[in-house]
């Protein structure tokens, strides 16, 4: 099955369904630099596991993601100064489609200005200068992408202030009260996803073997936020999936961590080509557009390592979904049964097509001719029988079929007998 997937996703590429890639930089911090005379943050226990099992995650499903570069940074690795690097040369990789992705797991709080900051290793207890805040980041990434691509950031940290054991938050000793937090809005197309509210903790929890936000978001990207069960997994799917379960969770420990999404637009984060492709055909279904024979006929292709040109310009958005069911209705897809009730003419021009004979512009010049019961003379005397397909087509050739574009191939000599004096319209 994954030989398939990965398969389909080589043939999608180019076109609609064809999944962006992804460049990511994930980041973990359990324990933190110490500085004479100044006490070290809190150490944590899972920050740098969640960083590798995000990490990880990302491999495993690297033709889902279309994972193009991967980072992963822990522990004394995670200064200020190479996080900003890194996040700076990841995005000079980015595409116009593409989509960079920063996910950090340590310690958070807000600076002396109520910034939303995340602590690097070398951050130091009572010197926020050392700190990064989330402002910074995105600034950095919006910098580096100028314009192109999407960005979405993945904080399991949180902002309160407050110092729990088994949180991700600290104080600071001698610190004023802290100034209302601002966690800043992504500008253009890019999301934060934030482990909790700004007055909220965010915890690790022995049960899951890490934090409980990064343990549901990895869940949530593992397929289980495809609620709709069409293939594609949003930002708002995610965030959907993520704030449910980690609300519910912490509830019933007695505690209280809702996440936060912000984000001015939604976007596909990761796309199973299959399933994608499957609910697609299903809509048509449902639609009443094609029949069960027709549908069962169609998901069979798909698992083929090339399926019919017409259903892969189909699902690459090159066909639209009433182009693709006339073909279906009028057996032009090869291997998939015609409609009983369809015209017998309309059948004979979708045999041709099937056959690789007729362009579909042909076709659909064709139909039109059909539908309107009027056509020229060749039209009219191949669908009623009168002359083959080869003299037809030979006649389509010569450019000699009024009202159908020309094949561009050399023509053979039609029989004298069937050749027309003139090319007035015909009753068909």
């Not at 009027?374 to 009623?384: D, G, H, I, K, P």
Request: net charge positive; charged share 20%.
């Amino acid at each position: 099955m994954r030989g398939t997937i990965l398969a389909m996703a080589l043939w999608l590429l180019p076109f609609g369904l064809a999944q962006p890639r992804t460049l990511a930089l994930v980041v973990g911090v359990n324990q933190y630099r110490t500085y004479p005379e100044t006490s070290p943050l809190p150490p944590l226990s899972y920050a740098e596991s969640d960083a590798q099992k995000f990490a990880e995650a990302l491999q495993q499903d690297a033709q889902h993601w279309r994972l193009a570069r991967l980072r992963l940074l822990l522990g004394d690795l995670t200064t200020k100064t190479a996080l900003e690097a890194e996040l700076r040369d990841l995005a000079r990789w980015v595409g116009p489609e593409d989509t960079l992705v920063f996910y950090y797991s340590g310690h958070g709080r807000p600076n002396r200005l109520g910034q939303a900051s995340v602590m690097p290793y070398d951050a130091k207890l009572t010197d926020d200068e050392t700190w990064l805040p989330l402002g910074r980041i995105q600034q950095v990434i919006e910098g580096a992408l100028a314009g192109r691509g999407r960005y979405l950031m993945l904080v399991d940290a949180c902002y309160s202030g407050q110092s729990l054991p088994g949180t991700r938050s600290f104080e600071v000793p001698g610190a004023k009260a802290l100034p209302r937090v601002e966690i800043p809005r992504p500008r253009g197309v890019g999301a934060l996803l934030a482990a909790s509210s700004a007055t909220q903790l965010s915890w690790e929890d022995a049960e899951k073997g890490g934090g409980v936000f990064t343990a549901y978001l990895l869940e949530a990207l593992g397929g289980q936020a495809d609620q709709d069960g069409d293939g594609i997994i949003k930002t708002s799917e995610v965030y959907a999936y993520v704030a449910g379960r980690v609300a519910a969770y912490t509830r019933q420990k007695h505690q209280t961590q809702n996440p936060q999404l912000f984000a001015r637009a939604d976007f596909a984060l990761t796309l199973d080509p299959l399933t994608a492709a499957r609910s697609r055909l299903a809509r048509l279904k449902l639609g009443g557009h094609i029949g069960g024979e027709q549908f069962d006929a169609l998901s069979l292709l798909l698992e083929q390592p090339r399926p019919p040109e017409d259903l892969r310009l189909y699902l690459q958005d090159r066909l639209s979904d009433g182009q693709f069911v006339d073909l279906v209705q009028m057996g032009a897809v090869a291997g998939v049964p015609a409609s009983p009730a369809s015209d017998r003419r309309l059948l004979e021009v979708g045999r041709l097509h099937r056959q690789g004979r007729l362009r579909h512009d042909q076709l659909w010049a064709l139909r039109t001719m059909v539908l309107r019961g009027r056509a020229s003379w060749w039209v009219s005397q191949f669908l009623s029988g009168k002359v083959g397909a080869a003299a037809f087509l030979d006649a389509l050739g010569a450019g000699r079929v009024a009202g159908v574009p020309r094949l561009p191939r050399a023509p053979r000599r039609a029989s004298p007998s069937a050749s027309p004096t003139a090319q007035s319209p015909q009753r068909v």
